[in-house]
C-alpha cells in the first residue's frame, strides 16, 4: 500500500505546483530570481533599513521556465517575487501594489500558506504565526473565503484547522461570520481566555490569524496570547498609520511586515490631517511623517490581471496612471471576462415590450456580452442637465436612463441576481433617485474595496461652465469605473464637459476618447471592438421612458 501523503504536504505542494489560474487561483508556475539576497541586507529584526543602489521596482511579467519538475528543496528558491516576500520568514518589510483584480487577495492567501507549511516553520517548538489584518469585515471575509476555495482544490480540508477568522464582540466589528467554522470571538472587557478551554487549543493550534486590525489588536491582549512573527496588511490604502501600529505589540517577536494595497485607491477619511494619510502613503515615504520608507527594491506591482475584461483594466488605469498594458492571464481564461453569451435573450426585452426597433438594436448593441464596455453620451438631449441641490448634484433624465438600461439589463439576462449589478454616481442626491428603485446603489466612496459583475455608473455633471470637485479628484473616478468585472456602462455628457480646467479634460478624453489596444493574449474572441461608443436621442429617452421605466 502506497504511504499516504500528509495533508500539510499536499497543500504546500500543490500551492507551489499549481498550473490551472482558471480555478481562480494564482500561477505559481513562472519562476523568477531572487529580487534581492536577504543575506546582503542588514538586520532582519529592523522594520525599515537603508539600502544603498535601490533597484527598480520588480515586476511580475517577467516569463521564465515552467517548475513543475524542480526538486521539493528548490522551491523556496524559485518563488514569483509576491509570494516569496510573504512566504520566506527572513524579509522585513515589503509592499505589494497593485490596481483591482490583479490576484492581490490570492497573493496573500498563497504567500500566507507557503508561510504557515514551511518545511523551516513546521518543526519549530514555536511556530512563527501570521497575523493578517483588514480595514473592513468584507475583506477579512474575503481573504477567508480565499482561504476555503484553496483547501477545497486542493483536497486538504485541515488545513482550516490551522487558520481562524478573529471577531471582536463590539457594536462597530459584528458581521454575518457565525455560520463560518473556527471562528473565535472575543469579548473586548475580558481578555483573559484561559478559563476557556476550547480557546486555548484554537490558539495553540492556529498558524494564521484573520481579521480587522481591530479585531486583532484585541488578539494580541489576549492573556495568553499567541505569541506572532510577521503581520501582512490588506486595503492598506484605507487603514491609517495608527492602525498600521495597531498590531505591532511591544511583547510580540514580530521580524517581518507586508502591506499589500492599491496606491491610486481613495485615502482614509479624517478630521484631522495626519489621520489622512494612508498606512500605505506612510510606507512609501508619501506623507508628512519623517520616516525612512520601504526602499524599491522592496515594492512589487502587480500587473497581470485576474478579474476585470482587459478594456475595463486599460481604461481604469488611464485615470490615475500613465497608460500601460495591464496583461490579462492569456487566451485558456479569456472567455472568463465576458457575460455568458448563452445567457443572453433579446426576446424577454420585446416581449411583451412595444419597443421601437431602432431602440431594440440600440439595447442589442450596448446589451451583448460582446461589448464589454459601453460609453453612453447624453449630448443630443437638451433636458439631460445636473441640478445643484446644496454641494450635491442631480440629472433626472440621466437617472432615468440609467435606471432604463437596468431594467433592461434584467430583463435580457434573467440569471443575473441583484447583487450582480452595482448602480453608483459621485452625487448622493443622484443615488437617491436610483434607490427608489434599485437594490444596490450607492456613492464611489460606499463600493470602495466591492465589485459586481456589471457597474452603470452614472456621471451626472452635465452644466458646462461649471467646475465639479470631482472629476479634479481622479481616485474618486478611478474607484466608481474599477468596480466592474464583465461590463461596465458610462453615462455622461460629453459637450458639458468641455471645460478649460486640465484634470476635466483628462476625464473627458479618457472616456469619450477611448480606444482599447489589444495585448496580444487572445483578444478578441470575436470580431467586434470590445467598447462601444453610443449617442442617444430624444427618441431614444421617451422609448424608455414607456416601456422601461
Not at 479569456?334 to 419597443?355: A, E, R
Not at 446644496?390 to 431594467?407: C, D, F, K
Request: hydrophobic share 35%.
Amino acid at each position: 500500500m502506497a504511504q499516504q501523503v500528509p495533508w500539510e504536504q499536499r497543500l504546500f505542494d500543490y500551492v507551489n505546483r499549481n498550473v490551472n489560474p482558471t480555478q481562480n487561483l494564482i500561477n505559481f508556475a513562472t519562476p523568477l530570481e531572487l529580487p534581492f539576497n536577504p543575506s546582503q541586507q542588514g538586520a532582519v529584526n529592523s522594520i525599515f533599513y537603508p539600502v544603498n543602489d535601490v533597484p527598480q521596482r520588480t515586476s511580475d511579467r517577467r516569463p521564465h521556465p515552467r517548475i513543475d519538475n524542480i526538486p521539493h528543496e528548490q522551491l523556496n528558491t524559485f518563488r514569483p517575487p509576491a509570494n516569496y516576500h510573504i512566504s520566506q520568514l527572513v524579509v522585513p518589510s515589503t509592499l505589494i501594489i497593485g490596481p483591482p483584480g490583479t490576484g492581490k487577495t490570492r497573493v496573500i492567501c498563497s504567500g500566507s500558506i507557503l508561510r504557515m507549511f514551511n518545511p523551516v516553520n513546521l518543526i519549530r517548538t514555536h511556530p512563527r504565526r501570521v497575523l493578517i489584518g483588514t480595514f473592513s469585515n468584507a475583506g477579512s471575509y474575503r481573504i477567508y473565503e480565499q482561504f476555503h476555495n484553496i483547501a477545497n482544490m486542493a483536497n486538504a480540508p485541515e488545513y482550516f484547522q490551522r487558520i481562524k477568522l478573529v471577531q471582536a464582540d463590539t457594536a462597530r466589528e459584528k458581521h454575518a461570520f457565525h455560520n463560518l467554522q473556527h471562528t473565535l470571538n472575543l469579548n473586548p472587557d475580558d481578555y483573559t481566555i484561559n478559563n476557556r478551554c476550547d480557546d486555548r487549543i484554537l490558539l495553540n493550534e492556529s498558524l494564521i490569524f484573520v481579521g480587522t486590525t481591530d479585531s486583532l489588536a484585541i488578539l494580541s491582549t489576549a492573556n495568553p496570547h499567541p505569541s506572532v512573527h510577521g503581520v501582512i496588511y490588506d486595503e492598506a490604502s484605507q487603514l491609517t498609520v495608527p492602525h498600521f501600529f495597531q498590531l505591532f505589540d511591544p511583547g510580540q517577536a514580530i521580524r517581518s511586515i507586508c502591506v499589500v494595497g492599491d496606491d491610486a485607491q481613495l485615502p482614509p477619511v479624517a478630521t484631522l490631517a495626519p489621520l489622512g494619510v494612508s498606512a500605505l502613503s506612510y510606507l512609501q515615504g508619501l506623507n508628512a511623517y519623517q520616516n525612512t520608507p520601504i526602499p524599491q527594491n522592496r515594492i512589487i506591482e502587480l500587473e497581470r490581471q485576474y478579474r476585470m475584461h482587459p478594456a475595463i483594466a486599460q481604461l481604469t488605469q488611464r485615470i490615475v496612471r500613465a497608460p500601460r498594458n495591464v496583461i490579462p492571464d492569456g487566451p485558456t481564461i479569456q472567455p472568463n471576462y465576458l457575460l455568458d453569451p448563452q445567457n443572453y435573450n433579446l426576446t424577454n426585452l420585446t416581449n411583451p415590450l412595444t419597443l421601437d426597433q431602432t431602440t431594440i438594436d440600440f439595447l442589442d448593441n450596448i446589451l451583448r456580452p460582446e461589448h464589454p464596455l459601453v460609453i453612453i453620451d447624453t449630448s443630443e438631449i437638451p433636458q439631460a442637465t445636473d441640478e445643484r441641490i446644496g454641494i450635491s448634484r442631480m440629472n433626472q433624465v440621466e437617472a432615468e436612463l440609467v435606471v432604463g438600461v437596468y431594467n433592461a439589463l434584467r430583463r435580457s439576462y434573467p440569471y443575473l441576481e441583484n447583487e450582480d449589478i452595482i448602480l453608483t454616481a459621485p452625487y448622493r442626491r443622484q443615488v437617491d433617485i436610483f434607490r427608489e428603485n434599485i437594490v444596490r446603489s450607492g456613492t464611489v466612496h460606499q463600493y470602495q474595496g466591492q465589485e459586481a459583475l456589471i457597474v452603470l455608473y452614472s456621471l451626472t455633471y452635465a452644466r458646462p461652465n461649471t467646475k465639479s470637485d470631482f472629476f479634479t479628484q481622479h481616485e474618486l473616478m478611478y474607484v466608481g469605473l474599477s468596480r466592474a468585472q464583465r461590463k461596465l456602462m458610462i453615462f455622461g455628457n460629453q459637450d458639458a464637459m468641455n471645460h478649460p480646467d486640465p484634470a476635466i479634460q483628462l476625464v473627458r478624453d479618457t472616456i469619450f476618447n477611448f480606444q482599447y489596444v489589444s495585448g496580444g493574449q487572445g483578444y478578441p474572441l470575436y470580431n467586434i471592438n470590445p467598447v462601444s461608443h453610443q449617442r442617444i436621442d430624444v427618441q431614444f429617452l421617451n422609448d424608455i421612458r414607456n416601456n422601461l421605466l
